[in-house]
């Protein structure tokens, strides 16, 4: 699976659009990128998924490249409870398994 | 519906003891994935099955196995446990392998 990069740790006001950069300059065509974010003692929560086109559901965007080299994802109005350690991932669905590759993550820290 | 449930929450052990740990996937989940996260290394693959078959494995020793009933409960087991077990053993859910997968809040594992 590709690596992925992630800021360590990143700010955000409340109520503004949190932007969380990844880079997966080696990605190869038939990997997706997907989003987890864990908050404190908790267990990891998908946030959202793609492949080349940018994605949307009620929880955030999914901003990719057109060379799929590196993703956004963005939180469009930040709360207090978005404050959590964000995981970029890139995982191949074309086997028959397939397995999380969690990197370091961003730190997302919301603040008032 | 009812999420992952993973028993016991937490768990104290002695160096050489062994321990098995279980976990109960969404209802019509049919692939389970096993997860380690300790402050030093992360979140790291341990391994996922699929239909009762382990289908991933991470790089973990033998002392780790796993296995899947028809019901698709799962349950882990680590023998001759050692200070470095010491972690939170994460499970997740999917519907089938590599779409969004749902964890549980994890068990908590000390070894003494």
């Known amino acids: 699976d590709a690596k992925t990069t992630q800021p360590p740790s990143m700010d955000c006001a409340e109520g503004r659009a949190a932007n969380l950069p990844c880079n997966h300059s080696?990605?190869?065509?038939?990997?997706?990128v997907y989003w987890y974010r864990q908050i404190h003692s908790q267990g990891p929560q998908y946030i959202i998924h793609?492949?080349?086109n940018n994605e949307t559901n009620e929880m955030a965007s999914l901003i990719i490249t057109e060379d799929r080299k590196s993703s956004t994802l963005i939180l469009p109005h930040a709360t207090l409870r978005d404050t959590a350690v964000y995981y970029c991932?890139?995982?191949?669905?074309?086997?028959?398994?397939?397995?999380?590759?969690f990197g370091t993550g961003t730190r997302l820290q919301v603040t008032l | 519906k009812a999420g992952v449930t993973q028993t016991p929450r937490y768990l104290i052990k002695t160096r050489g003891q062994q321990v098995t740990l279980s976990c109960s996937p969404i209802?019509?989940?049919?692939?389970v994935s096993w997860y380690q996260q300790t402050p030093g290394q992360g979140l790291q693959f341990l391994f996922e099955?699929?239909?009762?078959?382990?289908?991933n494995k991470g790089n973990f020793p033998g002392r780790f196995s796993g296995r899947q009933f028809s019901n698709s409960r799962s349950e882990m087991n680590v023998s001759t446990l050692e200070l470095g077990d010491s972690a939170l053993y994460l499970c997740?859910?999917?519907?089938?392998?590599?779409?969004?997968?749902?964890f549980g809040q994890g068990t908590r594992l000390t070894v003494v």
């Open positions: 209802s019509g989940h049919r692939s």
């Open positions: 080696t990605i190869s065509g038939n990997e997706y």
């Open positions: 991932i890139v995982m191949n669905l074309t086997g028959t398994a397939s397995k999380l590759t």
């Open positions: 793609g492949l080349k």
């Open positions: 099955y699929f239909s009762e078959t382990q289908r």
């Open positions: 997740a859910s999917s519907l089938a392998i590599g779409v969004e997968a749902f």
